[in-house]
């Protein structure tokens, strides 16, 4: 993947934050925005026939650590499966969770969300194996707020061409899915990974783009300061090193949804939000970084970012209902 990065880049002829500087000032850059959209697309094309050319795929799997875009991927991969006439079915995980009571704890006592103990296995496995019998399920639905599982009145049923669709971080894990044999599944791992550096001795880590794209959604849609985000990164990427990254070799394709024009966009967004983080907080040194990380880089318009973009999930105005 970080070899394909490097291609991207080569072709685009963007290696560094001043390539794309200029390029801004020349108002040349909506022509490289359309071209990281049309690698994206073609790629999302390319997984897709994969998995239409195996007659005995019957579910897939997406899974990425957090801020990698999936839940657009998926949007935008069950478009592509559509137009091979192969009909996605989409599950939600979340709604497969344990009631808050059976919710497995962290050491220091916090319900530990993210480990796969946290998922009703059992009920998950049944649901898949009627289904792919061709049997009628009633889908669960999770009341987050008072942690219990409650009628959802929402049926489903596969039909020839239909295959499971089906999104959460724990999609690599074998265990999850024990229902489905490993022949009959196509397992995504999907994270944003970029080969931009500053300059040619400071290369960006490719954290801070997650990292960047988390703060912007967190306060855009879930009411979040950039303190708060920066305050549970630690617990995220401890959670991301335990339930994610041992099984993305596990990963029959991996795609990156990194856009090397991205934090352009971003700037305006995360910006302020950083600037409100007191100097007596413990995140204002990584709030410093970030900002002395990106005030070098040029703006891009909103309105220059397709709506169907991986970025519209963060910046808002996607296509995609979520």
Known sequence: IHQESD???????????????????????????QIEEALHEKKLVNIAEQITDREEIQAVFIAGPTSSGKTTFAKRLA????????????????????????TPRKDD??????????IDLELFNNDLAKLLAGKEIELPRYNFLKGTREKSNHFICLKKHDILMIEGIHGLNEQLSTAIPAAKKFLIYISCLNQLNIDNHNRIATTYFRKIRRIVRDNNFRGY????????????SEGEDKNIFPYQENADVMFNSGLTYEIHVLKKHIFPLLYQISKYS?????????????????????????????????????????
């Not at 300061?225 to 995220?236: C, F, G, K």
């Not at 410093?288 to 990106?294: A, G, S």
């Not at 070098?296 to 808002?316: A, K, W």
């Open 109 to 118: 006592g916090d319900y530990d969300f993210e480990s796969i103990d946290a």
């Open 282 to 322: 413990p995140c204002y040194t990584e709030a410093q970084k970030m900002i002395f990380l990106i005030e070098h880089m040029l703006d891009i318009p909103d309105d220059m970012v397709p709506s169907n973009s991986i970025i519209r999930e963060f910046i808002g105005s996607s296509i995609f209902k979520y």
């Open 225 to 236: 300061s950039a303190e708060v985000t920066l305050e549970r990164w630690p617990a995220i």
């Open 7 to 33: 291609k991207w880049l080569n072709i685009l002829r963007n290696h560094n934050v001043s390539d794309l500087n200029e390029k801004i000032d020349r108002v040349e850059i909506l022509h490289d925005i």
């Open 79 to 102: 478009i592509q499966l559509e137009v091979n006439a192969v009909k996605p079915t989409i599950i939600g995980l979340d709604e497969y969770f344990l009631p808050r009571n059976l």
